[in-house]
């Protein structure tokens, strides 16, 4: 079935060092991309999105990389943060609907 | 409160009880929308209202299910007979208008049945 899934399940980093999340999506036809992030006991914070027409989009620490031609998605986290300890949710969404298609998630452990 | 409402936070019943979950989203968002989370997993689709109309309920399990957002702000999601299986995270977000995926989500309500 179309479904939008990750990798890694969870991802342990060194503070200060770079972290890069992955994302495989299966529908083809999907055109926009979303990253969240859910800390423990909250909802799921909006990070930064990214839409077909582009491959690369930076945000302040972030940077959300598309590649169309596998179907892949990643978000990179600059000089990883203990606040950034959270797990972290690829979202896709078509013809800019309202409805969001969630993967299962990665959990970023940050060590000190 | 800027953000998302969302009450109860945490509400136990026992099988076969009705339930309603409660969402308050930011002021001047047309659009509300609520999810389920079960643990481990991301947020599943249940149900779309653009202002007071639901506009996609396509996401709600069954007829036991039901959300209204009667005055186009506030919306109520109930749940009939409740079943173990409904025991989940229900988040409830809002948006500026549809179209985004810049959803605002409230921090959930925490649903167990027994």
């Known amino acids: 079935g179309e479904s939008v899934g990750l990798h890694l399940p969870t991802l342990s980093v060194q503070e200060g060092d770079n972290s890069i999340i992955n994302c495989a999506y299966s529908?083809?036809?999907?055109?926009?991309f979303i990253w969240y992030k859910q800390e423990s006991g909250k909802g799921p914070q909006f990070i930064i999105d990214?839409?077909?027409?582009?491959d690369k989009r930076q945000g302040q620490r972030v940077t959300v990389l598309l590649n169309k031609t596998v179907k892949h998605l990643s978000l990179q986290i600059a000089a990883t943060q203990p606040g950034d300890s959270a797990v972290y949710f690829c979202?896709?969404?078509?013809?800019?609907?309202?409805?969001?298609?969630f993967g299962s998630g990665t959990r970023l452990l940050v060590r000190p | 409160g800027a953000g998302v409402s969302q009450t109860p936070s945490n509400k136990v019943t026992e099988k076969g009880k009705y339930v309603e979950l409660r969402c308050d989203p930011i002021?001047?968002?047309?659009?509300l929308y609520w999810y389920r989370q079960s643990l481990g997993q991301g947020p599943e689709f249940l149900i779309y209202?653009?202002?007071?109309?639901?506009?996609?309920d396509s996401g709600l399990p069954n007829d036991r299910f039901f959300a209204v957002r009667p005055e186009g702000s506030v919306s109520t999601l109930k749940i009939q007979r409740t079943e173990r299986g409904d025991s989940a995270v229900y988040l409830c977000?809002?948006?500026?208008?549809?179209?985004?995926?810049?959803?605002?989500f409230g921090e959930g309500s925490r649903l167990t049945v027994l």
């Open positions: 990214i839409r077909s027409n582009m």
């Open positions: 979202a896709e969404n078509r013809d800019s609907s309202y409805k969001l298609i």
């Open positions: 209202f653009q202002g007071t109309g639901a506009a996609d």
């Open positions: 977000a809002s948006s500026l208008t549809s179209g985004t995926g810049m959803l605002f």
């Open positions: 529908n083809s036809a999907s055109d926009y």
């Open positions: 002021s001047g968002h047309t659009a």
